[in-house]
Every structure is written in C-alpha cells, then in structure tokens.
C-alpha cells in the first residue's frame, strides 16, 4: 500500500543478490532485482511530507537514510536471520547533526558529506560523528553538492559556486565564485571532462575547471 515518493533507487548487493534499495511512503524496502521479491522492508523509516534523498548504500550492508522536514538521518544494518534479511537501527541523529532536506548525502573514502537543515555543509563518519562543519557563517541553503578529484563543488541557493576539500580533519574553502543569478539554484550538479554544469530556475551555464 506505499504509494511513490521522490527518491531515487539506490543499487545493492545483498548476499550475492542484486538489489535496489526504495523509499517508500510508508518505510523502507529492499527488492530484488531477479524476480522483483521484497527481500525486507521496514516502517522505521519514513517522513510523512516528502521523502526526498536516495538512500546511500556503505559497506558492511549499512544504508544511511536522511530527510528534511525535521526527521534527522538513521543508519540501518542488514543482519542475517534464518532465510531471511532483517534490518536493525544502528543510530539515529536529530537534524542538527546531521538531516538531508533535497540532496543526497555522498560517501566518499570512508565519509559522508552533505549539507544539513539550516545550510551548513558537514562530514561525519560512519558513527555518526560530526567531523567538522562549514559554521553558521558559511550557509549553502539546499543547493547541490558533487565530489570529484577530492574535491567538493556546492552550489548555494544565490548561485554561488565553493570549492572546499573532501577531507574528514578539517573545512578547508579552496575558492567561491558567483556564477546564476538565483534563484533556487537546486538543480543536480554534473562534471565531466573538466567541465562543471550548474543551473538555477532561469540558467544553466558550463564552467571550464581544468588548468590553464
């Protein structure tokens, strides 16, 4: 009876099995990609208003949940039982550590990085903790984020591209540029052969980032 929502299916590998992982309205389920099978669901997660980020699938059958809307994240374990796959709650963190309005957080060599509710950018490992944050000072408000070549490129809402490192010791901003107008520059970030393409509610542009 769980009716679509926004996020994107995630893919996995359970036990040899390929799967997809979906969030559902009503919770959390994994499906088999060979018959369609539901190989295990959960109601410990779902968010009544919209169900936005894809969960983010980590080594160890750990899938990290987040959402806006004042739910915070969770970190499930997919244990073993019998013939069965049962998923258990590893932790729980409130929004101000760590939630997901729009975007999915990334997880990169070892830690996931996103941008909470109230705009700060932040890295915290797989025990959920806080690595370091960006600061109330430095807001990107639900704007996208991507990671290539150890770097992380956040849009903020204004159209303001930052370059900051994909390092889990410190917040480290490389440089920032105002490249849309605005507003509502929410649209996913896309990189390839040295060029990143950006957009807002009216632009989209193409920017060179290979060295002259």
């Not at 679509?4 to 359970?14: F, I, Q, R, W």
């Not at 939630?99 to 990085?113: A, K, L, M, N, V």
Request: aromatic letters at 10%; charged letters at 20%.
């Amino acid at each position: 009876g769980w009716a679509m929502t926004h996020s994107s299916l995630a893919p996995m590998t359970l036990g040899g099995e390929p799967t997809v992982v979906y969030c559902g309205s009503g919770g959390v389920a994994g499906i088999s990609l060979r018959d369609g099978r539901i190989l295990w669901e959960t109601e410990q997660w779902f968010i009544r208003t919209a169900m936005v980020p894809t969960p983010v699938v980590l080594p160890g059958n750990r899938i990290f949940l987040s959402g806006g809307y004042n739910a915070g994240s969770l970190m499930l374990q997919l244990e073993r039982q019998g013939g069965n796959w049962v998923p258990r709650e590893l932790f729980r963190l409130p929004p101000r550590v760590f939630g997901s309005d729009q975007q999915t957080p990334i997880f990169y060599e070892g830690y996931i990085y996103g941008v909470r509710p109230g705009g700060e950018l932040v890295c915290i490992d797989l025990n959920g903790n806080e690595r370091w944050s960006s600061g109330t000072t430095r807001r990107f408000g639900i704007g996208p984020y991507v990671i290539a070549d150890g770097l992380i490129f956040v849009v903020s809402d204004n159209g303001t591209l930052t370059m900051v490192e994909a390092r889990p010791d410190a917040y480290r901003e490389l440089a920032t540029a105002r490249v849309l107008a605005g507003p509502d520059a929410w649209g996913p970030i896309a990189v390839a052969g040295g060029r990143i393409i950006v957009r807002d509610m009216h632009r989209m542009v193409c920017l060179d980032l290979r060295e002259r």
